[in-house]
């Protein structure tokens, strides 16, 4: 199971923290991604990071003013984002795929999700 927390309303150009914490075991072993789905649009790809070296990896739209880190010993995931943007609006949903040797950025790739959490730029 996947809990998102930390979405708000935020003013545009601040920051947020979202966390995703995971029951479960063997936490180490699965690849972890945000993604998010703002309204009337298709859930878009956000950043990753991967279960056997902790490569990460990021959308163009958020590269450079955001970060996505795991902790295994506590079962969290956490992503900043900076700078935030009226376009980043959206529902932020953390997804796990146990093992994954596919591509990271794909939604399919990943057999748990999170409820979600609201993100809310204002302008």
């Known amino acids: 199971q996947l809990v998102e927390s930390g979405g708000g309303l935020v003013q545009t150009g601040g920051s947020l923290r979202l966390s995703c914490a995971a029951s479960?075991?063997?936490?180490?072993?699965?690849?972890l991604a945000w993604f998010r789905q703002a309204p009337r649009k298709e859930r878009e790809f956000v950043a990753a990071?991967?279960?056997?070296?902790?490569?990460?990896d990021y959308a163009d739209s958020v590269k450079g003013r955001s970060a996505i880190a795991r902790d295994n010993a506590r079962s969290t995931m956490s992503l900043q984002i900076d700078n935030l943007r009226p376009e980043d609006t959206a529902v932020y949903y953390c997804?796990?795929?146990?093992?994954?040797?596919?591509?990271?950025?794909?939604?399919?790739?990943?057999?748990?999700w999170g409820q979600g959490t609201q993100v809310t730029v204002s302008s």
């Open positions: 997804a796990a795929d146990y093992q994954s040797v596919g591509a990271l950025r794909l939604g399919s790739e990943y057999d748990y």
């Open positions: 479960g075991r063997h936490f180490e072993n699965y690849a």
């Open positions: 990071i991967s279960w056997k070296d902790g490569i990460s």
